[in-house]
């Protein structure tokens, strides 16, 4: 009998394994955490680098849409927050551990040029494992208020380290 009941909730635990559903790589109510370097230029004679982290949501009602908080820095040893920077994310799972994404940000800096800019482009994830991928992104970032108004745009790229729970 306590054989009998032993193999019975086996059975029972196994075929509740067996009735999931295999996870997606993209999923609605998920949070991502990045880890990532840039580089913004004007020209290619002249290039700045930084890097810096930022935290995702992608809402749970609207499995597309995403929004997020980020920040970085020029230097190590910088200020703890030299910018912050609010974003609206659109993305498109293409098959798989694939997906494309659109975004669009504002950044307010807090040092040195004291001012808002504003940035839109494409980007590109590879998830390698279900929480972990790696993501490049291209776009242009427009001064929009501070000393350098309207006088500096800026191309941008990036790549980094995307982790999900």
């Given at each position: 009998m306590k054989t009998i009941v032993t193999l019975i909730l086996a059975a029972v635990c196994l075929s509740a394994f067996a009735a999931d559903?295999?996870?997606k790589a993209f999923n609605?109510?998920?949070?991502?955490g990045d880890i990532f370097g840039a580089v913004?230029?004007?020209d290619l004679d002249t290039a700045r680098g930084h890097y810096g982290f930022g935290v995702s949501y992608y809402l749970p009602w609207i499995e597309s849409l995403g929004v997020g908080v980020r920040t970085s820095f020029d230097e190590l040893g910088g200020h703890t927050f030299e910018?912050?920077?609010p974003r609206v994310l659109w993305r498109v799972p293409v098959g798989g551990k694939h997906a494309l994404y659109a975004f669009a940000q504002a950044t307010r800096t807090f040092h040195d040029d004291t001012g808002w800019s504003t940035a839109a482009g494409p980007g590109y994830e590879y998830r390698t494992f279900q929480h972990v991928g790696f993501y490049?992104?291209?776009s242009m970032l427009k001064d929009?208020?501070?000393p350098n108004r309207s006088t500096d745009?800026?191309?941008?790229g990036e790549v980094g380290l995307r982790l999900t729970w």
């Open positions: 559903e295999p996870k609605a109510g998920e949070f991502q913004a230029t004007k910018n912050i920077t490049g992104e291209i929009i208020a501070g745009t800026f191309g941008v």
